[in-house]
Every structure is written in structure tokens, then in C-alpha cells.
């Protein structure tokens, strides 16, 4: 997590640095919605996240993230949003699948290990995708990973990396 968390920091001021040298580039990313971290109204972090793909690449999901914190720091809101694309165009006789997306939360306090389930969302419908929303409090850390699963199954397989969206550590 701390290589991601530097690679990031690192990239962030790489791309700082660039848009500094030519404000032409700069004003064009900021006009295309650029993946740079901005606050959304009413949001005190925000930022755009995936596309992350099933290991076999026949599931993807992508989405937005945004974190709202109260006056004194003591909690938040965290509201996450995204589709979920079923890339898998074969019959289920054949072994197609359905795309998987599943969420983890830690929040504060808690021990560095102990992640809960956040939500899981699941769409059978190859070509086609299915928006979600949920939202959680007093999280400090978010992450994401895609997944296949059968018709009937309550097993993911297939599943990509975890995908770190957010962390206090972050903001």
C-alpha cells in the first residue's frame, strides 16, 4: 500500500510539474476532467477511479468516489458510484460468467486487518452494464476488486487485484 500511496504522490507531482511548464496542456486536462484529485460540491475529496478489470479481463468496473468529513474531522461520508460491465459474450453452457465487483471498508480504529464487507454488486447481461451507489461512515479506507461469478454461484472467481480508492493517508 505505501508503494501505491508513493507511486501516486510521486505521479501527481510529475504531472504538476508538467502542467506548470505548459499551461496550455494544463488548461486542456482541466477542460477533458483529468483523473487529478478535486473536490466535488459539497465533497472534501473526490476523484474518478478505475477502469479495473477480472483477472481474465471479461469483467470491468469504474466509478467516482467522494468523501465528505464534518466540521471538527471527527467522521465522514463516504459515497461511492460506478457501473459495472459484463465483458463476457459467451452462453453459460459455454462457461460464461457474470461480472463480480466487491468493496471492503476499514474503518477508523479498527485493527490495520480487520476490512468488513462494503457492498457486492453482480450483472448478468454480457454487452451491458449496471449502475451503483452506496455509501459508508467513518471509513478510512476503501478498496475494490473485480471478479467473475456464475448465474447460481455465490463464489467469485476470476477476481483482479485489489484496488486501493481512498485512504485518509491520501487526502
Known sequence: MIKRLTAGLLAAAAVGAVALATPASAAAAATTGSAATTASPGYDYSENWGTYYSR???????????????????????DVKGKLYDLDHRTYAQGGKCAY??????????HPGNWYDGKSYRYCGAGGAKHFTF??????????????????????TKCGDW???YSTESE
Open 135 to 156: 455509501s459508508k461512515h467513518k471509513v478510512d479506507n476503501v478498496r475494490v476488486k473485480v471478479c467473475q461469478i456464475g448465474l447460481h454461484s455465490s463464489h467469485p
Open 56 to 78: 481474465n479481463y471479461k469483467a470491468k468496473s469504474r466509478g467516482w468516489i467522494g468523501v465528505e468529513w464534518d466540521q471538527h474531522q471527527k467522521w465522514n461520508r463516504v
Open 101 to 110: 465487483v466487491k468493496f471492503a471498508v476499514h474503518h477508523f480504529g479498527d
Open 163 to 165: 484496488e486501493y480508492l
